[in-house]
């Protein structure tokens, strides 16, 4: 297991129980962003891409995940996700364990699929344009 993959399975874990626990008055007040990955050609390769920090499209995007119909699956895709992303707090009172989320744009573009941890969803049309914006900075409609 390399570096890179250790840490973000220590993220993983961070987030995965943070959300379990919900969104608390704590949460909401604590210093959150979140840090995006793209995938570069069409291999397995990822580069830095933005950091999300204003607190409401953090929330946002937290809220959309909750209220997401993810099914407990671990699902695998043949090919790699277009994008990776993952919380992060900095409060020192709260101690999350990280999911990596990952991303694929679906091939009409219209659409993104997402896996976090052993769960699976794909969200309706205005729900992935939305969520696809706050990760991005980016309309879907223009992929």
């Not at 091939?107 to 997402?114: A, G, R, W």
């Amino acid at each position: 297991m390399n570096l890179r993959t250790f840490k973000l399975l220590n993220s993983l874990i961070g987030i995965f129980s943070m959300l379990l626990v919900g969104c608390s008055n704590e949460i909401q007040n604590t210093e959150q962003s979140i840090v995006v990955e793209k995938r570069i050609g069409d291999e397995n390769n990822y580069e830095d891409f933005r950091v999300v920090t204003d607190n409401e499209q953090v929330q946002k995007l937290l809220e959309i995940l909750q209220d997401a119909n993810w099914i407990n699956a671990k699902a695998e895709r043949v090919n790699p996700p277009d994008y990776s992303f993952v919380f992060r707090f900095k409060n020192p009172n709260i101690e999350a364990k990280a999911v990596l989320y990952e991303l694929w744009i679906t091939p009409n573009k219209d659409k993104v699929e997402l896996i976090g941890g052993n769960q699976y969803v794909k969200l309706d049309k205005n729900k992935s344009a939305e969520l696809f914006e706050i990760v991005t900075g980016e309309k879907l409609t223009d992929q």
